[in-house]
């Protein structure tokens, strides 16, 4: 099939403001995004950039709109996308060059919500034991790999840049329901402030784009719930 | 501008964050080329291997025996013991860390089996990994990753390391792009871990990310520092056919089988005890055998795998990454249909040497190079030998990388920075300048893309002498193609066309030292399959490779060293059947 692949393109040291740039290519119907992208830069324009790295949906580096919905490059088929296909960086986060934004910010509101198991009691010669109900509880947060694709898809982020967002929730809800974790008072404590939850207007962009699946919206309203009723043994 | 650290550690994977939490009380400073959730140990889907027995009855010197032969007896014995034995502390640490395994119904970490890891020395397959789904490479980097913001580590993200800084025989620092400014900077150090993986992109079809590309094997190389048993390159029997992409052991470990072009599960032909559970050089040439038999799916270079009589639950609930992966990738719904897999370039036994310390060794008498520190894929120890186990890289991260680290604060506390040598980045300059003045008018694509046909044609599951001269000759010219590639972006800034320019240089280096030693060794061992030498030859060959960097590609210099033996009989080399 042959396509036409339309580019914002943005270069911090030659551009004062992006554009759109078009390219013609043959394409295999079973081939990635990320094949084309990689054909564009290789072949015709050496200057494009983007992040990528396992090709497969598991790193999250290449996410970016493409036909106006965040997605993984590298999990998208060109079967799916017909002969025509428009992509930019997401909305969202500043734009470094091309199809490359800044997630610093982004990983700084992921560290503000500490995401990593807190404990006080001292460790057991073997493993802590945990049901495998209570290990189900928060199975699909842990499946999260980062990309920002939730994040940059929100309208409540796009319109303040300083709410947390749907990434670092759904992170914090990975150990606010872990049985094994201390901290989800702590957690919920942050999550309650102005910039916690209570941005989010369950408008379901952050679970369209999620490219692990995982349901980002309903995680963030188990998060309120918690909030609410001080219970984070989720019943 | 100029840094300086205690510990500089490249790479942020499972080894290189192991690494980094057993220094808290020390100046640390992570590089990584990407962001540290992007490293490739988060691909790795399987588990971790470690004689628990919350399954039922197992031994780390069961464990121990499996890797030793798994790995065709060029597994350094008392590595393999450390590798063992300390797999199951290091599993209970990561749980302590937070890593959501998948439990029993009692409530303790689940298990599975997983190719060549048996119980009683080969009697059956044992229920060994430890896993999280089919993620737990993700869920080890996530946990990783989690506990270094919780202990502050200090990261450089997106910091290509272009060089290792030595003086007089010490390690004192690396030299690193910045790719967001491309800037270049010096850091200096009391200690230096290199933990930056493998290389497998030195192939087509390959498992691996566009990360793999070799850069610490290549950068100490380039030094004078040799690479260990760089023959020994893995290819994994299951990645989805053309694209490469994995599609975990696990998938047998829970029962899924090989089926040929004629509807027939012919592993039981080959392997009558482990059947798909053999370990994977032995699956891969199966395969291969299938294929040049005419047994391949309508005539073609591929097999299927099958794992329809799980049924749908187990699929769901244990494996479904790899579902995704085959319906994405293929269009193959794998509960009603088979899935095309073929062979795929995965993981490199050989590497940079090291002691059990994770102390680079520079020579045959072992002698460490101070301050230089190597775990992970990057390393051999070597406690995979010429085939690595499924689940046991994951076991080498963690137990290796926590043994770097433990040695490096030893290391900072006993000893000063050695004085940095004299203009230390005039090379990584002369690097970069070279790459970016060029006007040769060559494309880095064109020289990639002949390096990996290349090694899919001659460097491959089988091997010979014929070819792998074939394939020294095309090196040899492409690495003075390299010096002629021209670059469209002359920018600074993010300038990606850049950083892969010089990953292609470190992957025509893996290449080299590859070819050199699997043309050398004249015996068929673990993954080195030689099809005019196809017997394991013990007396002339039960010996390392360590490969020294020449001028060009025809130039490399080759010695040997020892495997280092146990005294126990159980471990002396036999016949290796399954």
């Known amino acids: 099939m042959n396509v036409l692949v339309r580019i914002k393109r943005f270069d911090p040291e030659k551009d004062k403001k992006p554009y759109w740039a078009d390219y013609r290519v043959e394409a295999e119907p079973i081939e990635r995004l990320l094949d084309i992208l990689n054909i564009i830069k290789w072949t015709m324009d050496g200057s494009l950039t983007y992040r990528r790295s396992c090709a497969h949906g598991v790193c999250g580096s290449d996410a970016m709109r493409i036909n106006g919905r965040n997605r993984l490059a590298c999990k998208v088929l060109m079967r799916d996308v017909g002969d025509k296909v428009t992509i930019e960086p997401m909305l969202g986060f500043p734009v470094m060059k091309d199809l490359v934004v800044d997630m610093e910010a982004f990983f700084d509101k992921y560290k503000s919500v500490k995401p990593y198991l807190i404990t006080y009691d001292s460790e057991p010669g073997t493993e802590r034991l945990q049901s495998p109900e209570e290990r189900a509880r928060y199975d699909e947060g842990t499946k999260c790999i980062l990309c920002g694709a939730c994040t940059g898809s929100c309208p409540s982020v796009w319109g303040n840049p300083d709410w947390v967002g749907p990434a670092s929730i759904v992170n914090a809800h990975r150990f606010i329901f872990d049985s094994r974790d201390e901290g989800g008072a702590e957690r919920l404590g942050i999550l309650g402030k102005r910039d916690g939850v209570w941005r989010c207007r369950t408008i379901f962009n952050c679970t369209d784009a999620c490219p692990r699946g995982i349901p980002v919206t309903d995680l963030i309203e188990q998060v309120k719930r918690a909030i609410v009723y001080n219970d984070t043994t989720g019943n | ?578």
């Open chain 2, 1 to 578: 501008m100029y840094f300086k650290f205690d510990v500089v550690i490249v790479g942020s994977g499972g080894a290189g964050l192991m690494a980094a939490m057993q220094l808290p009380n020390a100046s640390v400073a992570v590089l990584s080329k990407v962001y540290p959730t992007r490293s490739h140990t988060g691909a790795a889907q399987g588990g971790v291997a470690a004689a628990l027995g919350n399954q039922e009855e197992d031994h780390w010197k069961w464990h121990m025996y499996d890797t030793v032969k798994g790995g065709d007896y060029l597994v350094d014995q008392p590595a393999a013991e450390i590798l063992t034995r300390e797999a199951i502390d290091a599993v209970y640490e990561l749980e302590h860390r937070g890593l959501p395994f998948n439990r029993t119904a009692d409530g303790r970490i689940d298990q599975r089996r997983f190719g060549g890891h048996t119980r009683n020395y080969g009697e059956a397959p044992v229920r060994r990994s430890c896993y999280a789904a089919d993620r737990t490479g993700h869920m080890i980097l996530q946990t990783m990753y989690q506990n270094a913001i919780k202990n502050q580590v200090r990261f450089f993200n997106e910091y290509l390391v272009l060089d290792l800084l030595l003086n007089d025989g010490q390690a004192c620092g690396v030299v690193a792009m910045e790719i967001r400014s491309g800037e270049i900077h010096t850091f200096h150090a009391k200690a230096v871990l290199f933990a930056t993986g493998g290389y497998g992109r030195a192939w087509r079809v390959t498992s691996n990310a566009f990360a793999c590309t070799g850069d610490g094997m290549a950068i100490a190389y380039r030094r004078g520092i040799p690479l260990q048993d760089m023959e020994m390159y893995q290819f994994h029997p299951t990645g989805i056919y053309k694209v490469g992409v994995l599609l975990s052991e696990a998938a047998r470990g829970e029962g899924g089988k090989l089926l040929n072009g004629k509807g027939e599960y012919f592993m039981e032909r080959y392997m009558p005890t482990l059947k798909d559970l053999a370990p994977r050089d032995i699956v891969s040439r199966c395969i291969i055998q299938e294929v040049k038999d005419g047994n391949g799916v309508d005539g073609k270079d591929y097999v299927y795998l099958d794992v329809r009589h799980l049924g749908a639950k187990v699929i769901a609930e244990k494996l479904p990454d790899i579902t995704d992966f085959a319906r994405n990738y293929l269009g193959v719904e794998p509960i009603t249909e088979p899935v095309p897999i073929q062979p795929t370039a995965h993981y490199a036994m050989g590497g940079i040497p090291t002691d059990v310390d994770a102390r680079v060794v520079i020579d045959p008498q072992w002698t460490p190079m101070p301050g230089f520190y190597a775990a992970g894929e990057v390393a051999c120890v070597s406690v995979h030998g010429a085939n690595r186990l499924g689940t046991n890289s994951l076991v080498d991260l963690i137990v290796f990388g926590r043994r770097a680290g433990k040695h490096m604060a030893k290391f900072i506390a006993e000893n000063d920075h050695a004085p940095l040598p004299d203009e230390p980045e005039a090379y990584s300059r002369e690097l970069v300048s070279n790459l970016t003045s060029s006007t040769g008018g060559e494309s880095a694509y064109r020289v990639r893309s002949a390096l990996q046909n290349e090694m899919d044609d001659k460097v491959f599951v089988e091997r010979s002498d014929q070819g792998l001269r074939h394939a020294l000759d095309t090196l040899d010219g492409l690495q003075e193609t390299f010096k002629r590639i021209q670059l469209q972006d002359k920018g600074k800034k993010f300038n990606t066309e850049l950083t892969e320019a010089i990953e292609l240089g470190f992957l025509l280096d893996c290449s080299e030292a590859t070819i050199h030693g699997a043309l050398a060794r004249t015996e068929s061992r673990g993954a080195h399959f030689r099809l005019d030498y196809q017997k394991r030859d013990d007396v002339n060959w039960l010996k390392h490779t360590l490969a020294y960097k020449g001028s060009k590609a025809h130039d490399v210099r080759l010695d040997y060293k020892d495997v280092l033996m146990v005294e126990d009989p159980i471990f002396k080399p036999k016949e290796r059947k399954y």
